[in-house]
């Protein structure tokens, strides 16, 4: 038995250390595709913060190796396990421990789900707005090491402008907090920003302050539907244009309709074929363009109405305010469900390249290129609205070659939206799978500034040490 | 002359590099009463990042600090010089290199003046929010080194809300960007928020790109006329039980009033003394609310009825939505010239703590206990929506013993502000006079931490040395 699992065993409740090695297996890695992972020497579920901090404290002791997860739905190999790791799985630690209506703020254990707290939020008439699609499943934890995104960041932002405060155990051993309780604050420097985005290289998240929001206004929706994506990407670039900000605003094409309703039978492409009444044919696959604005009355039917107007500029065959609400769920519900549905088909590599807005519709067409000269289907889902482009690269399992395709077409559409101005992550985070592109978006000094910073807060390089930038 | 003047004579343009000792002495303190300050070796205003470079190599290899500064509005301290210092003023850095309605961002040099900024986005319909009361003077640049709040964060946030990148001069003397133009981004550590609100001790920043948001909708203005200011606080308290998410909730005392009547006349007295009727005799003095909505048509129409109704609850004398444009801004105008007027009267030591909402009646209170134990004249303003509360201690010129009078009243303030779960300083910044307090607020871990970034970014030392936390 490794030396750091005697030592866990004797600081840990025996609930807390799993050493069964099925179960240690199943949290090896997160969903990144092809992203490599190793064996942990072993997992543990702590349930108080003072746990966490034990583990740090023996993992220092026996120079081991910490990686932090939450529900390992993260897609860029962040919470993979190193060989003899100890993997920190915050599950355990869910519980909302205070959500205060008058300050506007929660705090939470790092375990708890996404949608439980947007559920309790809404209990008291107020919301936490950070909307991944992962929502369901994945933890604050976990979205606040990713700096998590989502669909309503167009207009509400990310993670990261939300949280306000952080209980940390640090690179040395320490239970720390970090931040503060009131609206406003600058003493000394931003660590909880900092924290954020760190994807676990900093410390462990052992509970968080967020900003909570008052429950916004009714929802409407206004549905696009194009005959190919590019002319959708004009659409998102016309919105930006004539300056409207919706509440979300996002890009599903035809190959994830008919992926959702070969899977739920939703009747997606008949009501496509329906509103495209043959347009797209020959053209690379229709697009749907799914807006919502939740600005109050007037104001919101006039944006509402300035969408529709774009959308048919654009080149939209059909658009319209939802008169349906049903319809309308069903667009967003396929959206949901893009992601698993395209899982069933083979193999699937997420890119999430952001590029500047007018650069959309020139960065799907560049998207479409890549894919023929690759010979790799690429479906696009997209939050459009603010640039950030989810190609999946589908595959064969088990076909190397096209395993080889895929990866090549990944790397030539990180450098075609580095060429444009963009950046190779927007929301899932560098982990393992954009190391390469981090390195090709940002200078060596810029690198070696976040090194210098690791160094400074992690002396000893233990968390999740090899990802996001190499030691 | 010291060797460092030598060394900028010969790699700066002879207008960049100042060694009239009069100019440099008008260049050697911020607007902080009572904080210390030295003599600069040499003042330089350059014009180009590549001069701020070729500064801080030449500071490099001499051994000497530099201490960037933009107006010198600051009420901390943080641009104050230290002896034999190099000043680095920003101030003719003051182009707007980019204005981009499509991606709702602007590029411009650190010393382009607040407001500035914000008339040249509403030539395009957009607007940059953060609002210091400074805004007529004091410069992005220096809003960045400080994180500066203002009147609209209350709902739209603070300046680190708002900074998408940055170009820096580093401690090692590389001219560096770190930071995005895309609307998401999360590769790697965020540098930019670690930068923002780091009061030039990390680098200097020599050009800031910022989000812009679409221009707001028309306000309505609430006012609302107490008897006391504890009964404002009141107020406020109930304005956030209510969920009412006000565009500016500001607090002006009756000190406050009477100082600005007496400078320019504008006749605030006597609109109180009217809506008062008498009530606040022997109350210790009233005070006005300034509540603004921005939602749009008949949401904004019943948050104002809501906060009219909060107002009159909390016992205010008189409170409706102002039916005159003019008297609305009549008192928009009073308090932003109440920080001048109250210089005025003598030396005004600004404190700066922010609390929890619910304790903003509480934390009045107190503030008028310590007022009286002190003997001295606290003056109160406040961005009361979020717990912003700034206490003006003002004392006879050269009175000593009221200047200590003053100095132990604002020790306990801080003091006060810390025990409801306050910060020691919202917007200003730790500079010199937060220096006790950050280390009343924070532990010596967190500070560690602090200095372990710093030493990691700055290994030399260079950067405003002394100010935020002891080395």
Wanted: glycine share 12%; aromatic share 4%.
């Amino acid at each position: 038995m490794p030396a750091i699992v005697e030592a866990l065993r004797g600081v840990l409740p025996a609930d807390v250390l799993v050493t069964d090695t099925d179960v240690i297996a199943s949290y090896a890695h997160d969903e990144a595709e092809w992203a490599p992972f190793g064996t942990p020497a072993a997992v543990v579920r702590p349930t108080t913060s003072e746990q966490v901090q034990q583990v740090v404290l023996a993992c220092l002791e026996h120079d081991v190796a910490v990686v932090p997860r939450g529900a390992g739905t993260g897609l860029s190999g962040g919470a993979n396990a190193l060989d003899g790791c100890v993997v920190v799985s915050l599950e355990k630690m869910n519980r909302i421990v205070e959500i205060n209506a008058t300050e506007r703020l929660a705090v939470v254990q790092p375990g708890v789900v996404n949608d439980h707290l947007r559920a309790a939020a809404g209990e008291q008439g107020l919301w936490y707005p950070p909307d991944p699609a992962s929502a369901p499943w994945s933890t604050i934890g976990g979205n606040c090491a990713t700096n998590a995104g989502g669909l309503c960041c167009v207009k509400y932002g990310v993670t990261r402008d939300y949280v306000l405060a952080l209980e940390v155990v640090t690179g040395t051993g320490e239970l720390v907090r970090v931040g503060r309780r009131t609206a406003k604050g600058v003493v000394g420097y931003d660590l909880v920003g900092l924290m954020v985005g760190s994807e676990g290289t900093l410390g462990i998240i052992t509970e968080i302050t967020v900003k909570l929001r008052a429950a916004r206004a009714p929802e409407t929706t206004v549905v696009g539907f194009f005959p190919d994506v590019v002319s959708a990407g004009n659409a998102v670039q016309g919105v930006a244009d004539a300056g409207i900000a919706p509440f979300a605003l996002e890009l599903v094409d035809q190959v994830c309709l008919k992926a959702v309703d070969d899977w739920k039978n939703m009747g997606l492409l008949d009501m496509c074929s329906e509103h495209l009444d043959g347009k797209s044919e020959g053209r690379g696959g229709a697009a749907v363009l799914l807006g919502r604005i939740d600005d109050p009355g007037a104001v919101g039917e006039q944006e509402a109405t300035r969408m529709v107007d774009v959308f048919t500029s654009a080149g939209a065959s059909f658009a319209a305010r939802s008169t349906s609400e049903e319809e309308a769920e069903t667009f967003f519900a396929a959206r949901r469900l893009a992601y698993p549905a395209l899982e069933r088909l083979g193999d699937t590599l997420t890119e999430d390249v952001c590029v500047p807005k007018a650069e959309v519709p020139g960065m799907l067409s560049r998207i479409e290129e890549i894919a023929a000269k690759h010979d790799t289907v690429i479906a696009n889902i997209a939050h459009a609205g603010d640039g950030n482009l989810h190609p999946l690269l589908i595959t064969e399992p088990g076909d190397d070659a096209a395993r080889e395709r895929a990866q090549a077409a990944f790397a030539e559409i990180i450098d075609a939206a580095l060429a444009v101005g963009g950046t190779v992550t927007g929301e899932h985070g560098v982990g393992l799978l954009k190391m390469p592109g981090l390195e090709q978006e940002q200078t060596g000094v810029v690198i070696d500034m976040q090194r210098a910073i690791k160094r400074a807060l992690d002396p000893k390089g233990i968390f999740n040490p090899g990802k996001v930038f190499s030691a």
